[in-house]
């Protein structure tokens, strides 16, 4: 069992920044690869960024890239998602997935969510123009 649990959604203006927090418990002294979704009203669940286990690995979808930087904690085995030049677009509800067992994370897998074994409640990002 893991429980990935976030933090740090709000609202706040077209422009500005957010910072976002996941804590994943489970097996004392285990860490593991860790993503970002995000899922708009009437949309599909898409891909923002991810992170292996050691940190030496990240991944980014299309609409992050230049904007959105991940980042991880691995003492407290918590993973960051700084958010910048924020736009109405961004408005989602953004989820943390944990990535427990299969393989590690790649170009090729880690954009599906099939990937993740483990997923939070989800933390409400809301971006006004």
């Known amino acids: 069992q893991v429980q990935p649990v976030e933090s740090g959604g709000g609202l706040v203006q077209a422009g500005g920044s957010l910072r976002l927090s996941c804590a994943a418990s489970g097996r004392p002294g285990s860490i593991y690869s860790m993503g970002w979704f995000r899922q708009a009203p009437g949309q599909e669940r898409e891909f923002v960024a991810a992170i292996s286990w050691n940190g030496a690995n990240t991944f980014y979808g299309n609409s992050a890239k230049g904007r959105f930087t991940i980042s991880r904690e691995n003492a407290v085995n918590k993973v960051y998602l700084q958010m910048n030049s924020l736009n109405p677009e961004d408005t989602a509800a953004y989820y943390c997935?944990?990535?427990?067992?299969?393989?590690?994370?790649?170009?090729?897998?880690?954009?599906?969510?099939?990937?993740?074994?483990?997923w939070g409640q989800g933390t409400q990002v809301t971006v006004s123009s």
């Open positions: 997935a944990v990535a427990q067992w299969g393989p590690e994370l790649n170009s090729g897998n880690v954009g599906y969510a099939r990937t993740y074994d483990y």
